[in-house]
């Protein structure tokens, strides 16, 4: 077949090539589905507005879901996966066990996406989607997401122990587990203020309140009102699954109150208090910045997401397109 100039081009736009250190590799674009799938965004976007209108919590969870994807192998669903006799997926591995949520709206908008375009978006381009939107649906930034991952065959069990960060991780450790990502700390950071919304489990934080770094005191770290609301919801033993929210002021709006918090010393978990209060003052500096302006927190979280959301995309021939988001075809 002969190709002409704008076919050529068309190409080009859809599958970007990129030579670097002769490897060959596909890199993502916004484009990608404009004329496979023209509506997917808007699919995504009036699925997750149900969702979100139903539970505003939801918008949370679908955000954690893509990161929790992406430091595993890479954005390509692999969160996704059901176990297999054969497979240990990520679902049960520590930090998702009892934990994750948002599943099932990830099924439905793969429903609505399907109905329309069957056998053309990936899952893991879905979540991508749908973590924007629950950003903006939760009154924060937008961007244009970049896209054409395809979805993996395998999942990591190990992978999601290693190198997902926990709460109790130091501020050296965080460090280390974004770097190992191709993250920076301003990612880290910036990432971090994602905790403007949702909610964790006393499990998450109870040491902290009673018994921190086994010192048997809580940690010197949190404010003191701030310690006795929490101990009030969270008691010594038990009750592992009562919710605090991450950001005490407005857990459902995405602001900048996160970043307030930490210098207020009202941060729910200890790796995010370690943003602001660690010895290492890398960090402190940018948290003072977002405090003081959530336009600056605005201006930079797009630009950090899209750097998570670039972590080892399977493109071109690798990978699949999931029919079902829970198994491989
Ligand atoms: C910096 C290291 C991080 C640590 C240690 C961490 C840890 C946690 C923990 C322990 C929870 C509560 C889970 C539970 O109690 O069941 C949580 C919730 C959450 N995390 Fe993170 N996280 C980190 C970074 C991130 C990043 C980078 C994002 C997204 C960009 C994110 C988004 C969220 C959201 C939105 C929730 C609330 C989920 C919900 O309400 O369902 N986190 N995180």
Known sequence: MKLTFTTWMAIMATTLIVVSNGVVQAQLTSNFYNSSCPNVQAIVRSGMR????KEARMAASILRLFFHDCFVQGCDASVLLDDTPTMQGEKNALPNANSLRGFDVV???KANVE???PGVVSCADILAL???DAVVLSGGPTWNVLLGRRDSLTASYSGANANLPAPFDDLNTLIKKFQAQGLSV???VTLSGAHTIGQ???VNFRARLYNNDGTGEPDSTLSTTYLQQLQSNCPSNGSDDNLAPLDLQTATQFDNCYFNNLVNQKGLLGSDQELFSSNDSSTTPIVQKYAQSSRGFFANF???MISM???SPLTGTSGQIRTNCHAIN
Do not use: E, F, K
């Open 50 to 53: 149900s969702a979100v209108q």
């Open 115 to 117: 109905s329309s375009c």
């Open 186 to 188: 301003s990612d880290l």
């Open 309 to 311: 959301g670039n972590i």
């Open 200 to 202: 964790a489990r006393c």
């Open 107 to 109: 099924d439905t908008l």
């Open 302 to 304: 797009p630009t950090s």
């Open 130 to 132: 749908a973590s924007r």
